[in-house]
């Protein structure tokens, strides 16, 4: 597989579940990225990690907790969502940050339901 | 703040026409990049073009056309002989390479739907 690939593709919970977000980039990249797209809204970035770090958690809800096992996966665990986190969920990999212009690269995206 | 306007929300045009999509920046910043992307409905983003602020050479690749113009703060995109298969959101987006070492942010505009009507 080539690129960023994202895991499912489409998911409907209800609040109470427990569930969680894949993401595997075959780019040999440094950075990953978590973004959120809801309907009428920009895209909203909320987690990003270098070499498995985190470098930024922009105010999301602890409802929302990344994982950075390597530099190729990315997850996002999802415990306890209200139906208002119902959007599209896009992981992103770059090569690598803060050296100089840096292109992210999008999957495919997960289409969240939160019942 | 950097901030990004795509004031077209949705354009329809039929397949062959030639079409331009618009996109002004605002930036305080010296060197900056823009990005193109599209989204087709699968959900996607799909990057198109990435251009330096130094660098105001316009760019073209197939069908495509990027006209960047520092002196309006806009960085155009064109679309020629348009086909159903551009029918997608293109988003046009801004990072600022002196933003506290945070160059990996970027400010999306809000996207222009495109569709191409046979």
């Known amino acids: 597989e080539t690129g960023v690939t994202q895991t499912p593709r489409h998911l409907v919970m209800g609040m109470t579940n427990k569930k969680s977000l894949k993401c595997e980039q075959h780019l040999g990249h440094n950075a990953m990225y978590w973004y959120k797209q809801s309907a009428k809204k920009p895209l909203e970035l909320m987690f990003v990690?270098?070499?498995?770090?985190?470098?930024e958690n922009n105010s999301v809800p602890s409802r929302f907790s990344p994982e950075c096992p390597n530099s190729s996966h990315l997850f996002l665990h999802l415990h306890t969502l209200q139906p208002e986190d119902s959007a599209l969920y896009l992981c992103?990999?770059?090569?690598?940050?803060?050296?100089?212009?840096?292109?992210?690269?999008f999957g495919p995206g997960t289409r969240l339901t939160v019942l | 703040a950097q901030k990004v306007t795509q004031a077209q929300t949705e354009i329809s045009v039929v397949e062959k026409e030639d079409v331009t999509l618009d996109c002004v920046y605002e930036t305080r910043d010296t060197t900056y990049y823009l990005f193109w992307y599209k989204q087709p409905p699968s959900g996607e983003l799909v990057f198109l073009i990435r251009?330096?602020?130094?660098?105001?050479q316009n760019e073209i690749s197939g069908r495509y056309s990027w006209n960047f113009q520092k002196s309006t703060s806009s960085f155009n995109f064109t679309i020629t002989a348009s086909q159903v298969v551009d029918s997608a959101v293109y988003f046009c987006a801004l990072s600022e390479a002196n933003s506290g070492g945070s160059n990996y942010k970027l400010t999306f505009g809000k996207g222009t739907l495109l569709t191409v009507n046979p």
């Open positions: 990690y270098s070499l498995e770090e985190r470098v």
């Open positions: 992103a990999s770059s090569p690598a940050l803060n050296q100089g212009p840096d292109t992210q690269y």
């Open positions: 251009r330096n602020s130094f660098d105001e």
